[in-house]
């Protein structure tokens, strides 16, 4: 089955700073990459995905990239903000061009420092 | 516009009991997904509902089961707990079964002693 890595597991960036969150997955057959955001207590919150066809999509301050060929993916947060801070967790998935079950990386403690 | 619901938000059970988490989808979805999320951990899938059948599933045992109901809703039961089953229960709604962003709940939050 599918497998993700995520790293770094802690990033701590200064505020105004950019932020870059990478993960790498194993099946060549998964087709939809979205990125979450989990605030304490509560529940992961899309914030941005992308779809295989597509090599790079961008969101206000947000971006994600996709190498297809080497089977990475990015996060990339410009000008961080305090309320940036919260743990990402990017997934991947095969399905019919959607989103299936999602297999998730461990997470990222993304800490802004004021 | 409610998004997607969970019932009940926490819960403490002791071993070999079962348990039984509601979930609500987000109006005009039709599919739901569960996952479990252990502490410090990324979610992982259990499995989906769509058309009230399971349609897919994870690397999860036979004492996890579920339901979904002819207004979308979805249960999710689980027999026997073990210790280890103590975990943040999510559950993901979806329009379209592999077809579409998955949205999440709140989660309820299990506690096997």
């Known amino acids: 089955g599918e497998n993700v890595e995520q790293h770094p597991s802690t990033l701590s960036v200064q505020e105004g700073d950019s932020a870059v969150i990478k993960c790498t997955y194993s099946d060549s057959a998964s087709n939809y990459f979205p990125w979450y955001k989990q605030e304490l207590g509560k529940g992961p919150q899309l914030i941005i995905d992308?779809?295989?066809?597509?090599g790079e999509k961008k969101d206000q301050r947000i971006a994600v990239t996709l190498n297809k060929t080497a089977k990475h993916f990015s996060l990339h947060i410009t000008e961080t903000q305090p309320e940036d801070s919260a743990v990402y967790f990017c997934a991947a998935s095969n399905s019919g061009g959607g989103a299936d079950g999602l297999t998730f990386g461990k997470g990222t403690h993304l800490i802004i420092q004021p | 516009d409610a998004g997607v619901t969970q019932s009940p938000t926490h819960l403490i059970k002791t071993r070999g009991q079962q348990v039984t988490l509601r979930c609500s989808p987000k109006s005009g979805h039709d599919t739901v997904s569960w996952y479990q999320q252990a502490l410090g951990q990324g979610p992982q899938f259990i499995f989906q509902?769509?058309?009230?059948?399971?349609?897919q599933r994870g690397n999860f045992p036979d004492r996890f089961s579920g339901h979904q109901f002819p207004n979308y809703s979805s249960e999710l039961n689980v027999n026997a707990l073990l210790l280890g089953d103590s975990a943040l229960y999510l559950c993901?709604?979806?329009?379209?079964?592999?077809?579409?962003?998955?949205?999440f709940g709140p989660g309820t939050r299990l506690t096997v002693l």
């Open positions: 993901a709604s979806s329009y379209g079964a592999g077809r579409d962003e998955q949205f």
């Open positions: 509902y769509y058309e009230e059948e399971e349609r």
């Open positions: 992308i779809r295989s066809n597509v």
